[in-house]
């Protein structure tokens, strides 16, 4: 049976690990140490999933039945520690060309799949939108508490989109 669950929709949200979800403005995946993120890029909005070493392939399926839901993906990023995922996942899914062969798979329409490895250590990774401007940013863990669903606010370091590479 699939772990990965739903969370409610919302303008600013957090996906904490094994949940997927739908935001307006941005997504706050909290504590990637050794999870990925999974973003889809809407003309509306975002959508995440936050995808642990553990999660397997039915996982996947089951974050891709609620991508589709939401519908209109036009983009995916994947960001994460991606090298430690790769060792350590329980999903078929172990390299990055696995994850953008089953993704583009199941999303026709996708124009590209890219990736940036936050190798590095345990961090809060955020994804926001503003109009059609994508932008992503990263925070140690240590130097801000996520708690419950609120959205947090703390000094950031932007990663720019061209670290992100089409694999």
Known sequence: MARIKTISDGTKIVVREEK???????????GLSSCIAIVGVQ????????I?????GEDFDAMVDEFKKYGGIIEFFVAGQIRMFKDHTKSPFNTRKKIRDFLKSKFTNVASVKFHDLSGGDVH??????????KFYKTPSSKVVVSGPNYPSCERTEINKSAFVVR
């Open 20 to 30: 997927v979800g739908k935001a307006g403005e941005a997504i706050c995946f909290p």
């Open 125 to 134: 990774f955020f994804v926001e939108r503003i109009h059609y401007n994508i």
């Open 43 to 50: 003309s509306s909005g975002l959508v995440g999933a936050h």
């Open 52 to 56: 642990t070493i553990g999660n397997n």
